[in-house]
Nanobody, 123 residues
Framework: QVQLVESGGGLVQAGTSLRLSCVAS????????MGWFRQAPGKERELVGA????????YYEDSLDGRFKISRDNAKNTVYLQMNSLKPEDTAVYYC????????????????WGQGTQVTVSS
């Protein structure tokens, strides 16, 4: 099992940027594909995007219009979510997930999840 800890959330104004981090520990980081999800109040959890073990392949939810970017630093056991041009509808708790299989990350069936970090975007 891998332990995941997210950070970087906060209260920001619409139109600004924010970078979330997720640090992994307890297992070999490069064994895992990583993903970011979010859950807004009253809504189901949804995929934001995913990245394979090397960082060479990424997948994003279409509705984000290219505003978000996932990257990873395997030397730091960390995956990042760069969020630009934030909108009030981006307000949610953001979670990272890890799984050896990319398909499990993308479909939300990963066994490994962080505790989440709150992002609130004011208008």
């Amino acid at each position: 099992q891998v332990q995941l800890v997210e950070s970087g959330g906060g209260l920001v104004q619409a139109g600004t940027s924010l970078r979330l981090s997720c640090v992994a520990s307890g297992s070999t980081f490069t064994n895992y594909c990583m993903g970011w999800f979010r859950q807004a109040p009253g809504k189901e959890r949804e995929l934001v995007g995913a990245i394979n073990w090397s960082g060479g392949s990424t997948y994003y939810e279409d509705s984000l219009d290219g505003r978000f970017k996932i990257s990873r630093d395997n030397a730091k056991n960390t995956v990042y979510l760069q969020m630009n041009s934030l909108k009030p509808e981006d307000t949610a708790v953001y979670y990272c997930a890890a799984d050896p299989r990319m398909v499990a990350v993308v479909d939300g069936t990963s066994d490994n999840w962080g505790q989440g970090t709150q992002v609130t975007v004011s208008s």
